[in-house]
């Protein structure tokens, strides 16, 4: 596709519930990233991935999130049993290579109730 | 100690002025960084990256880095109303993790 898009871009869940939040990256990119912002602060890394592999899931703030990569392309963030504190917007990236530059899609905006 | 640190501001500026924007990164094996614009309610987009010592000029915009002091800056020449945005450092570590600033928020007032 032309750029990063992410589905949905609103939602409003009540505590308790599981989310699935997708990542649809740029056509070709091999990296793609996961991060989460919260309102008036700075990217939270969540996660990579390097084509359908996650080398590195130290950044999952507890054992509630998840995420995979299938085809090496669309991915999924999934949060269980949500809570407050996981309100926030969730920004995935993508780039041709991990490493390069990062181009991020719209983000995904979370209301836990 | 946060691995990018930026003052949160606001910086202002006015109209027509000079910018300047600073960060500073803690891990000397730091490959590249890379400089985002994030205006209020939308996402980061990339102004500029920088691998090198020294300065990369795109427009307005000039990129300075220096490895011997962990720090890198970015400076908006012709400050324009537009440019008003939170501005996010980030820098690239082992081609594995981004690390990124908290932001500096730049007000630029016509």
């Known amino acids: 596709g032309a750029g990063v898009s992410q589905s949905p871009s609103n939602k409003v869940t009540e505590k308790g519930k599981d989310v699935e939040l997708r990542c649809d990256p740029i056509?070709?990119?091999?990296?793609l990233y996961w991060y989460r912002q919260s309102l008036g602060q700075g990217l939270e890394f969540l996660i990579y991935?390097?084509?359908?592999?996650?080398?590195?899931k130290s950044g999952l703030p507890s054992d509630r999130f998840s995420a995979e990569r299938t085809g090496g392309s669309v991915s999924t963030l999934t949060i269980q049993r949500t809570q407050q504190e996981d309100s926030a917007v969730y920004l995935c990236?993508?780039?041709?290579?991990?490493?390069?530059?990062?181009?991020f899609g719209p983000g995904t905006r979370l209301l836990v109730l | 100690q946060k691995e990018v640190e930026q003052n949160s501001g606001p910086l202002s500026v006015p109209e027509g002025a000079i910018a300047s924007l600073n960060c500073t990164y803690s891990?000397?094996?730091?490959?590249?960084f890379f400089w985002y614009r994030q205006y209020s309610g939308k996402s980061p987009e990339l102004i500029m990256f920088?691998?090198?010592?020294g300065d990369k000029e795109d427009g307005r915009f000039t990129a300075q880095l220096n490895k011997a002091s962990q720090y890198v800056s970015l400076l908006i020449r012709d400050s324009q109303p537009s440019d008003s945005a939170t501005y996010l450092c980030a820098v690239n570590l082992n081609f594995n993790k981004f690390y990124f600033g908290s932001g500096t928020k730049l007000n630029v007032k016509p």
């Open positions: 891990d000397r094996g730091s490959q590249s």
């Open positions: 056509s070709g990119h091999t990296a």
């Open positions: 920088i691998y090198s010592n």
């Open positions: 990236a993508s780039s041709s290579n991990t490493g390069e530059t990062q181009y």
């Open positions: 991935f390097q084509g359908n592999s996650a080398p590195d």
